[in-house]
């Protein structure tokens, strides 16, 4: 590869770029380097679609009246277009047995989290879990929050108050008192929990899912691969991934030119309704809370 590209072998181009008889020849060495840089990169990316091809995935396919199908029924706003077209893309992903890779960007109020959401409960209504990874304790709060809100009675299964069919949402981080962070341990080690949100604690070793289906990172940029694969590769059927930024950064960039993920992309910001006038003020509470947290605008 160095001899079809004139390239230096390592100790002349250290040489070179160190100590240079002249401008042409560092530039030539850093050439070299970078070539090097990405080269590397690139094979890592290829070592990896090769692993992937031999995973197998438990298909999660859309159900008809299903939690997904009420949770839209039931949202405060419309789907813009572009949020329609990569619901529609994560769907058909879900629905095969080759594990989905998927990195989802968009500016903030481009509504991400809500296409994450319905993905969440499709993997839910065909028997799987779903674990929401965030960076901080107070994303993943707000994480929780905005979901449970939205969710309203389809969060509350086996509640009173829950829908008939309807879910549960726990919560998980490290600063969590004993008591909720052991009924949200047992209820997604016993599948009670559809959706699990939470921070780094999820990743530690005592925590376990009765059946991961999906798992989706936010701000994936602030989690390393070794962290992202503790959920991913303790599970005996490889859970589908989903990745999600509104900031891409170099290594972004490097993932999606050299096809480690499949990428989509939103390209306009969601809108929301007001909520109704006569909701008697809870409902109102709600879609401010819904608002806030999907950093849509009225």
Do not use: C, N
């Amino acid at each position: 590869m160095r001899s079809s590209r004139g390239f230096a072998d390592l100790r002349a181009a250290l040489e070179s770029i160190h100590r240079p008889h002249g401008m042409g020849e560092a530039m030539k060495a850093r050439d070299r380097f970078r070539f090097e840089e990405a080269f590397v990169v690139q094979t890592v990316f290829a070592q990896r679609r090769r692993v992937m091809e031999t995973d197998r995935a438990a298909a999660r396919p859309a159900i008809d009246g299903g939690l997904r199908t009420r949770f839209e029924q039931q949202l405060p706003f419309t789907l813009t277009a572009g949020q329609s077209d990569v619901v529609d893309e994560i769907s058909s992903d879900l629905a095969r047995t080759h594990p989905m890779h998927r990195l989802l960007q968009g500016e903030v109020g481009s509504g991400k989290t809500v296409v994450a959401l319905m993905a969440m409960l499709q993997v839910v209504d065909a028997g799987g879990q779903a674990a929401l990874l965030a960076p901080t304790e107070v994303l993943a709060s707000q994480h929780y929050r905005g979901i449970t809100a939205l969710l309203g009675d389809l969060a509350r299964g086996g509640m009173l108050g829950g829908a008939d069919g309807a879910t549960r949402v726990r919560l998980l981080t490290g600063s969590m008192g004993a008591k909720a962070r052991k009924e949200s341990l047992l209820d997604a080690a016993s599948g009670e929990a559809g959706i699990v949100i939470g921070t780094h604690a999820l990743i530690q070793d005592h925590v376990q899912f009765a059946e991961l289906g999906l798992l989706v990172v936010d701000e994936q940029h602030r989690f390393g691969v070794e962290q992202r694969a503790a959920l991913v590769d303790r599970s005996d059927v490889t859970p589908h991934v989903l990745v999600m930024t509104a900031t891409p950064i170099p290594r972004t960039i490097a993932m999606t030119v050299f096809g480690d993920l499949e990428t989509s992309t939103l390209r306009e910001l969601a809108g929301r309704t007001p909520a109704d006038p006569d909701d008697g003020g809870s409902g109102r509470r709600a879609s401010r809370l819904a608002g806030a947290w999907l950093g849509t605008r009225p």
